[in-house]
């Protein structure tokens, strides 16, 4: 209802991501829809280094005001000084040896991060149960990932360290970090991250930045290629001073930020030249593939071919042996040619495509399949034939077939003592 978001497993899984705190969901939604970047972007792989020790950093304390004593006060207060001084250096160095020993022995929770989501999402909302929901935007991911991020949108990063004990963190909350001219500008010129330094999380950064006093603000930016701390702002600022002292920092720094825009542009005109150049350089790669495997193809094609006519020439040679072997056995196996003035032999004259005529003698009782093996076992008989016999004309039936299983015999075919057959070629049918 929130969002306008449709999908239940949309929803799901950004809750799943924000550890299913509504609230941290619904901001950093909210804030995709407006264009500003997510606050809950993945840790990085490798946590930036922060540089500290930038000698051009801009610091700026407010101290407390003192207040102003009479001269006879000032003298007491100079003597109780000087009495108390040998004790009071006594006590504070035996209480940092204890410290120092109490280290050893009982390590300070702080220092080990367990949760630093848990830990910033925490203090927000004692913030707000302390000092309401106005305030600038909290950055709702952990100081590595708002570095990550400010790096990224080459944005200034704004850290604020909350000290709970300290005596100016209530009027710093109520009278300057909420004020509408201050949440405005951080809100459109930086990332606010924000913690307690009670926190693991707060804690670890704290020794990072080294921070001596509350309330500390520090502006970090991408500068000469390092996430660099170039201001620091120390103690109970006021309001309208902040602002002048965050737009001070900001122009002073500003050139950086176009510079590196600028070099970020370059680099990613370079790279996509490089890229269209790629890009160029594997179609031309494709295109050459592409033919060398056209050729590839048509040199198998041909190599194909050549072995088909190849196979299809032993074939052949094959078959004109086979053929040739069946006309031998035909011939071996014809019955002698009976004589001449047996009258019960038949002269037959066969007509042969070619207009050659063959003449041989058959016995009447003789089967119309010898005339046809005769045929068959000539050199010059096609390899298929019919042979047809002229009045009346007609097809003999020379080989078994459904209607003649047993071909008949010359003299039941109603042929005379001469006769002339016509071979049919078959061979192209």
């Not at 016999?389 to 001469?418: D, I």
Request: net charge negative.
């Amino acid at each position: 209802d929130l969002t306008g978001i449709e999908s239940m497993d949309q929803c799901r899984h950004t809750l799943e991501q924000h550890n299913w705190n509504i609230e941290a969901a619904v901001q950093d939604r909210l804030n995709e829809q407006e264009g500003v970047p997510s606050v809950f972007n993945p840790p990085p792989s490798r946590p930036l280094q922060v540089n500290t020790a930038d000698h051009r950093i801009y610091s700026y304390v407010v101290s407390r005001p003192q207040p102003r004593a009479s001269y006879l006060t000032g003298l007491l207060g100079w003597g109780y000084y000087f009495i108390m001084l040998p004790f009071r250096f006594t006590y504070y160095t035996l209480l940092d040896i204890f410290r120092f020993a109490l280290r050893f022995i009982r390590p300070d929770p702080r220092s080990r991060v367990t949760d630093p989501v848990g830990d910033i999402m925490s203090f927000i909302h004692m913030f707000e149960e302390k000092y309401g929901r106005i305030h600038p935007v909290f950055y709702q991911g952990t100081y590595s990932q708002a570095l990550n991020d400010a790096k990224r949108e080459l944005r200034f990063l704004l850290v604020y360290l909350h000290g709970d004990d300290h005596q100016d963190t209530d009027e710093f909350c109520r009278n300057t970090l909420c004020v509408p001219e201050v949440i405005t500008l951080i809100n459109t010129r930086m990332l606010f991250w924000a913690c307690s330094t009670n926190k693991p999380e707060g804690y670890r950064v704290s020794q990072a930045l080294r921070e001596n006093t509350y309330p500390f603000l520090a502006v970090i930016m991408l500068k000469d290629r390092r996430m660099t701390v170039v201001g620091r702002l120390e103690g109970l600022i006021q309001a309208d001073d902040l602002i002048n002292q965050l737009m001070f920092i900001m122009d002073a720094n500003q050139t950086y930020l176009v510079s590196e825009r600028l070099e970020r542009e370059e680099r990613n005109q370079t790279q996509v030249l490089r890229q269209q150049q790629d890009e160029a350089y594997l179609a031309s790669l494709r295109a050459d593939q592409e033919k060398e495997r056209r050729k590839k193809e048509e040199r198998e094609r041909k190599k194909k071919k050549e072995e088909e006519v190849q196979q299809q020439k032993l074939a052949e040679e094959r078959r004109r042996q086979t053929l040739q072997e069946e006309k031998e056995r035909k011939s071996e196996c014809l019955p002698p040619e009976p004589h001449p003035d047996d009258p019960e032999s038949v002269k037959i004259i066969f007509k042969l495509p070619n207009d050659s005529r063959v003449e041989r003698r058959f016995h009447f009782t003789q089967s119309l399949t010898v005339i046809h093996d005769f045929l068959f076992s000539l050199k010059e008989s096609p390899e298929k034939f019919q042979i047809e016999a002229n009045f009346p004309r007609r097809v003999l039936p020379c080989l078994p077939t459904e209607e003649w299983p047993n071909p008949p015999t010359l003299q039941e075919a109603g042929l005379s003592h001469t006769e002339v057959l016509f071979v049919q070629d078959l061979t192209d049918d």
